[in-house]
T-cell receptor, first 115, second 111 residues
């Protein structure tokens, strides 16, 4: 049983480009969460999605960031017009049951570097 | 004031020592408390999960929660070099769909 799969593992973008981060949840999991980890800091919640629905996006920056979890395919975190401050590790987690976020399983992360 | 405070360390101890890691929090609504271990360049791995106050033991690991003091701890007995990692505390409120993490404590166990 494969765990949460994130790709790419490393992503380099120039300022102003777009970054697309992908997350395939564990088999059977329909709840996906995205977190961001800045250097030397803990993880910060960004967004919680179910299939075709954004449930809680209270941690998402108001501009340039969007997320989706389509009926088919992986969840996508999209960052438009990236800036240096977007450089961070982005982690995806998935869980099986509604409200069981505390038992979510994390992927290995995508490390975004903006140059 | 951050919702969850965790001493970032770094903390360095000899092999076999007992390690104590701690977090304090300010939100009295938190009811679920977790400890994650994160190796360098890897994703967080759930170590311990406790609900409300009390102790929970799993092998060499013991998690303690004191809700009256808003204080949680993780103890590692007979520490091993393989325990060297960053340890993150995390917590959530009932019905919340998100975890609030501490900054993480970087731990090194010296052979």
């Amino acid at each position: 049983n494969a765990g949460v799969m994130q790709n790419p593992r490393h992503l380099v973008r120039r300022r102003g480009q777009e970054a697309r981060l992908r997350c395939s949840p564990m088999k059977g999991h329909s709840h996906v969460y995205w977190y961001r980890q800045l250097p030397e800091e803990g993880l910060k919640f960004m967004v919680y999605l179910q299939k075709e629905n954004i449930i809680d996006e209270s941690g998402m920056p108001k501009e340039r960031f969007s997320a989706e979890f389509p009926k088919e395919g992986p969840s996508i975190l999209r960052i438009q017009q990236v800036v240096r401050g977007d450089s961070a590790a982005y982690f995806c987690a998935s869980s099986l049951f509604l409200g069981r976020e505390s038992e979510a399983f994390f992927g290995q992360g995508t490390r975004l570097t903006v140059v | 004031q951050k919702e969850v405070e965790q001493d970032p360390g770094p903390l360095s101890v000899p092999e076999g020592a007992i390690v104590s890691l701690n977090c304090t929090y300010s939100n009295s609504a938190f009811q679920y408390f977790m400890w994650y271990r994160q190796y360098s360049r890897k994703g967080p791995e759930l170590l311990m999960y406790t609900y409300s106050s009390g102790n929970k033991e799993d092998g060499r690991f013991t998690a303690q929660v004191d809700k009256s003091s808003k204080y949680i701890s993780l103890f590692i007995r007979d520490s091993q070099p393989s325990d060297s990692a960053t340890y993150l505390c995390a917590m959530s409120a009932w019905g919340a769909q998100k975890l609030v993490f501490g900054q993480g404590t970087r731990l090194t166990i010296n052979p």
